[in-house]
């Protein structure tokens, strides 16, 4: 099983930038796929999931990005993206893509990919 984080780069304060997983190996297509960060110096930190459920699908983001930051899942093609916008400095961090099952409350993340650098300048 392996997950591939692609995108990531450098900006400006206020720019966009997007980065993609794509999973392969196994199929994620009940499972739940999200995305974590990790800035110098800082613990690992949610972003964003996304999940599957029976009205489709959902999602959750950390207090910090909600509005601007928009996660999307293509089950077909065992991908997920995180698009991000009006980016900060502070979002500068590593970004690291994730899958696992659901549990009843966020999921079990077991499986991780090697991650993105994502870096923001004022």
């Known amino acids: 099983v392996q997950l591939q984080a692609s995108g990531g780069g450098s900006v400006q304060a206020g720019g966009s930038l997007r980065v993609s997983c794509a999973a392969s190996?196994?199929?994620?297509?009940?499972?739940?796929m999200g995305w974590f960060r990790q800035a110098p110096g800082k613990k690992r930190e949610f972003v964003a999931a996304?999940?599957?459920?029976?009205?489709?699908?959902?999602?959750d983001y950390a207090d910090s990005v909600k509005g601007r930051f928009t996660i999307s899942r293509d089950n077909a093609k065992n991908t997920v993206d995180l698009q991000m916008n009006s980016l900060k400095p502070e979002d500068t961090a590593v970004y690291y893509c994730?899958?696992?099952?659901?549990?009843?409350?966020?999921?079990?993340?077991?499986?991780w990919g090697q991650g993105t650098q994502v870096t923001v300048s004022s």
């Open positions: 996304a999940f599957v459920t029976w009205s489709g699908g959902s999602t």
């Open positions: 994730a899958a696992g099952p659901q549990l009843r409350v966020g999921a079990q993340y077991d499986y």
């Open positions: 190996g196994r199929t994620f297509i009940s499972y739940a």
